[in-house]
């Protein structure tokens, strides 16, 4: 089946920094991918979708300068987090669908952010 | 707002027994419905999805869901739970054609052996 990979796995980094995590499509390409966000015992919530050639699309809420996403290629979306704080220490994951964006996606495995 | 909710947050059960997770949400327009499972320590993967057709569709594991469009419901069901089952389930509607999904707040199965 369709992979999806992230990179890191896990982070730990100072207030202040900022975070790059990258997800990848191995096995297919994707012209949009998805960046949610998961706290513990929580649900996924879509915090915006990333378009290959574009600006990414934010959800309500969503600060744009905060969480940067860039669409280098068919393959690979990344997620920023500028001048991390410890509130946004969280679970990140993304999923890209390897053909119509209402079909089925996959996931990859998440990232998980600890901001000291 | 659109919104997703499960009513059923942690579920124990014993081997054999049957399961129903239930899911309604909120949104007049068209939607595509899935249910998502997340075994401990790994991804989400899909267990069955609903775009149209059929209202009863089966997905893997023994698992299926029906969509009753006028209770706004997509309820998960299997007939006899194995101890492999023990996970996270979450309920997700994609608004549209979106690609966007909103997902339930998630149930955690706990199957005894």
């Known amino acids: 089946g369709a992979v999806v990979s992230q990179h890191p796995s896990r982070v730990i980094c100072k207030s202040g920094t900022s975070v790059k995590i990258e997800c990848r499509s191995l096995d297919f390409q994707a012209t949009t991918m998805f960046w949610y966000r998961q706290f513990p015992k929580q649900s996924l919530m879509l915090m915006a979708t990333?378009?290959?050639?574009?600006?990414?699309?934010?959800e309500q809420g969503v600060e744009k300068d905060k969480f940067l996403i860039n669409h280098a290629s068919l393959t690979l979306s990344t997620l920023t987090v500028t001048s991390a704080h410890p509130e946004d220490s969280s679970f990140y994951i993304c999923?890209?669908?390897?053909?119509?964006?209402?079909?089925?996606?996959?996931f990859g495995p998440g990232t998980r952010l600890l901001v000291l | 707002a659109q919104s997703v909710s499960q009513h059923n947050h942690h579920v124990i059960l014993s081997e054999a027994a049957s399961l129903e997770l239930g899911c309604n949400y909120s949104y007049g327009g068209t939607v595509n419905l899935f249910w998502y499972v997340q075994y401990p320590g790994q991804h989400l993967q899909l267990l069955l999805k609903y775009f149209s057709g059929d209202p009863l569709v089966k997905g893997i594991k023994g698992f299926e869901a029906e969509f009753i469009k006028s209770k706004f419901s997509f309820n998960l069901r299997k007939p006899s739970v194995q101890w492999s089952d023990t996970a996270e389930y979450f309920c997700?509607?994609?608004?549209?054609?979106?690609?966007?999904?909103?997902f339930g707040q998630g149930t955690t199965l706990q199957v005894k052996p």
């Open positions: 999923s890209a669908p390897p053909g119509l964006v209402q079909e089925t996606q996959y």
């Open positions: 997700a509607v994609m608004r549209g054609n979106t690609g966007k999904l909103i």
């Open positions: 990333s378009n290959e050639g574009s600006k990414a699309t934010y």
